[in-house]
T-cell receptor, first 111, second 114 residues
Framework: DQQVKQNSPSLSVQEGRISILNCDYT??????FLWYKKYPAEGPTFLIS?????DKNEDGRFTVFLNKSAKHLSLHIVPSQPGDSAVYFC??????????FGDGTTLTVKP | EAGVAQSPRYKIIEKRQSVAFWCNPI?????LYWYQQILGQGPKLLIQ????????DSQLPKDRFSAERLKGVDSTLKIQPAKLEDSAVYLC????????????FGQGTRLTVV
């Protein structure tokens, strides 16, 4: 039973446009959510997080939205840049403990 | 600040052989994690240490996998004997606090079992 799902394996957007990556979860106990970015042959790097007490968190070009009733979160990247091309993982945890990861979405930003 | 160091980067072994991976976390980070990432999937937690004590090893296949953290710093993950399905990238991560907030990952060890 996969508790964190990223239903889109890949996404392609034009440079300068918005990228929206989606993530759904099933465990209502999850209260802390993170996004990680991974380049080939490197480990994942932390991007942004959000606690369940918020519905939005912003950091520069990156914004994460949380819809608890729908058990859905999304990562918005505006404007998208070619250097944003990577695999993006959504992760969820209970009280910032053990994190459960989705299978990732490969983002390609075309110049 | 030095990052999480892992070695080796790549390893190819035959099934039924044994293999060990090494991880040196960021200095001062009390929490250390080992993850297994199979191609096309997200990382799956194998074991979590807080200092040199095990916090969570519920998903570690204990009949063949073992891990230790010496003096609350370096850690080794061992597989003995390896199976074909163990082919994956093994990621080590560390964080300053017990929670997973902003954990830092190493580059990983890519294991191929043939």
């Amino acid at each position: 039973d996969q508790q964190v799902k990223q239903n889109s394996p890949s996404l392609s957007v034009q440079e300068g446009r918005i990228s929206i990556l989606n993530c759904d979860y099933t465990n209502s106990m999850f209260d802390y959510f993170l996004w990680y970015k991974k380049y080939p042959a490197e480990g994942p790097t932390f991007l942004i997080s959000i606690s369940s007490i918020k519905d939005k968190n912003e950091d520069g070009r990156f914004t994460v939205f949380l819809n608890k009733s729908a058990k859905h979160l999304s990562l918005h990247i505006v404007p998208s840049q070619p250097g944003d091309s990577a695999v993006y993982f959504c992760a969820a945890s209970v009280s910032a403990g053990k994190s459960t990861f989705g299978d990732g979405t490969t983002l390609t930003v075309k110049p | 600040e030095a990052g999480v160091a892992q070695s080796p980067r790549y390893k190819i072994i035959e099934k039924r052989q044994s293999v060990a991976f090494w991880c040196n976390p960021i200095s001062g980070h009390a929490t250390l994690y080992w993850y297994q990432q199979i191609l096309g999937q997200g990382p799956k937690l194998l074991i979590q240490f807080q200092n040199n004590g095990v916090v969570d090893d519920s998903q570690l296949p204990k009949d063949r996998f073992s891990a230790e953290r010496l003096k609350g710093v370096d850690s080794t993950l061992k597989i003995q004997p390896a199976k074909l399905e163990d082919s994956a990238v093994y990621l080590c991560a560390s964080s300053q606090k017990q929670g997973f907030t902003e954990a830092f990952f190493g580059q990983g060890t890519r294991l191929t079992v043939v």
